[in-house]
């Protein structure tokens, strides 16, 4: 990215959410804060580290998730939860919400919804560890599409970097010849939009004041709206999913809701503040790493030696990337944006 937008978009390019899931709203915190003492960026390092770890788990979870209850039900029960507790937590922060905040949070809410929409289903139709590394994907795909649709300048080391990650997803995809699951495809889907979402969301919050927590609750409310919305398409089906949801599927849901939600939409606006956007990007890109182990240990996945390169690779494309990033140079113009 040629603005500061990016490094700042960067926080959550891994993925999430769902995931993840993130919020464009905390991608687009703030700079440190000066003067953070060492002791402090590692505790923050740390409660990043967890959002990693808690993210990598999601895609276990809403593939297990998949054997009881449909996408769109899925997606109303764990956003409503999320953004609920998001909104009792911060209950001041939600007075002085504008008009255009909400905007943004619909307009962001829309894209969120597809991104997660397109996750939720792709993961019940591929691995769990692939979904988790085929997402990551988004990092190289927002310096191509800032170049094509924003005339932006780009480092001449990204094209490389792009192209051995594409390397590295055929790897992880063609492990079966040239066949390739439909959940692949799906991810894929995904991965492009959240990069979509990213550049967008820095062009449009470029110089406007805007408090990222509400614009981000927003968010999170038009996906559980959007589940909804679809959930009544065929009420009755949606009913007796819900009200037939074994003991132990509440609480992956809740548990989705409450820490693979509030918790790291929370903590990456906290780390945000105190640390460095790209120190944080960083610590996130672990999260398909986390997604393969959870993948194997708890779905009992197997990865050839010819996956586990291309998921290797793809990682070590999305890490570089970063730190090329990190060591352009940054325009003076930056959101102005509010906790």
């Known amino acids: 990215m040629s603005t500061p937008d990016r490094a700042k978009a960067s926080l959550a390019a891994a993925r999430a959410d769902v995931i993840d899931e993130v919020g464009p709203g905390a991608r687009a915190a703030g700079a440190p804060t000066p003067g953070t003492r060492p002791a402090r960026n590692w505790l923050t390092d740390v409660g990043v580290l967890g959002v990693a770890v808690v993210w990598g788990s999601t895609y276990v979870a809403m593939q297990w998730s998949g054997r009881f209850i449909s996408v769109p039900a899925f997606l109303f029960l764990r956003f409503a939860i999320g953004a609920?507790?998001?909104?009792?937590?911060?209950?001041?922060?939600?007075?002085?919400?504008?008009?255009?905040?909400?905007?943004l949070g619909v307009l962001f809410g829309c894209l969120l919804f597809g991104i997660l929409f397109l996750e939720t289903l792709g993961v019940r139709y591929t691995l769990a560890s692939?979904?988790?590394?085929?997402?990551?994907?988004?990092?190289?795909?927002?310096p191509l599409i800032e170049r094509i649709f924003l005339r932006a300048r780009v480092a001449r080391s990204i094209y490389p970097l792009a192209l051995l990650s594409l390397a590295g997803c055929a790897l992880?995809?063609?492990?079966?010849?040239?066949?390739?699951?439909?959940?692949?495809?799906?991810?894929?889907?995904?991965?492009?939009?959240?990069?979509?979402?990213?550049?967008?969301?820095?062009?449009?919050?470029?110089?406007?004041e805007v408090s990222l927590l509400?614009?981000?609750?927003?968010?999170?409310?038009?996906?559980?709206?959007?589940?909804?919305?679809?959930?009544?398409?065929?009420?009755?089906?949606?009913?007796?999913?819900?009200?037939?949801?074994?003991?132990?599927?509440?609480?992956?849901?809740?548990?989705l809701g409450v820490a693979g939600t509030a918790f790291a939409f929370l903590t990456q606006l906290h780390a945000a503040r105190v640390s460095s956007p790209t120190r944080v990007g960083?610590?996130?890109?672990t999260e398909p790493f986390f997604a393969a182990v959870f993948a194997v240990v708890l779905l009992s996945e197997h990865l050839s030696a010819i996956q586990l390169i291309g998921g290797g690779v793809v990682l070590l494309s999305a890490y570089l990337g970063r730190w090329v990033?990190?060591?352009?140079?940054?325009?003076?113009?930056?959101?102005?944006?509010?906790e």
């Open 325 to 338: 990033d990190a060591r352009r140079p940054q325009s003076p113009s930056a959101p102005e944006v509010m």
């Open 130 to 142: 692939n979904a988790g590394f085929l997402i990551s994907l988004s990092v190289m795909l927002v």
């Open 84 to 103: 609920l507790a998001i909104m009792l937590l911060s209950l001041r922060v939600w007075r002085g919400v504008t008009r255009e905040e909400v905007s």
């Open 282 to 285: 960083l610590v996130l890109s």
């Open 172 to 208: 992880l995809t063609l492990d079966r010849g040239l066949s390739v699951r439909s959940g692949d495809l799906i991810i894929l889907a995904a991965a492009v939009i959240r990069a979509s979402q990213i550049v967008l969301f820095g062009s449009r919050a470029k110089g406007r």
């Open 214 to 255: 509400r614009v981000t609750g927003i968010e999170l409310w038009v996906v559980a709206f959007g589940g909804l919305l679809l959930s009544l398409a065929q009420p009755r089906q949606s009913w007796h999913e819900v009200t037939h949801l074994p003991g132990n599927a509440w609480l992956v849901i809740g548990y």
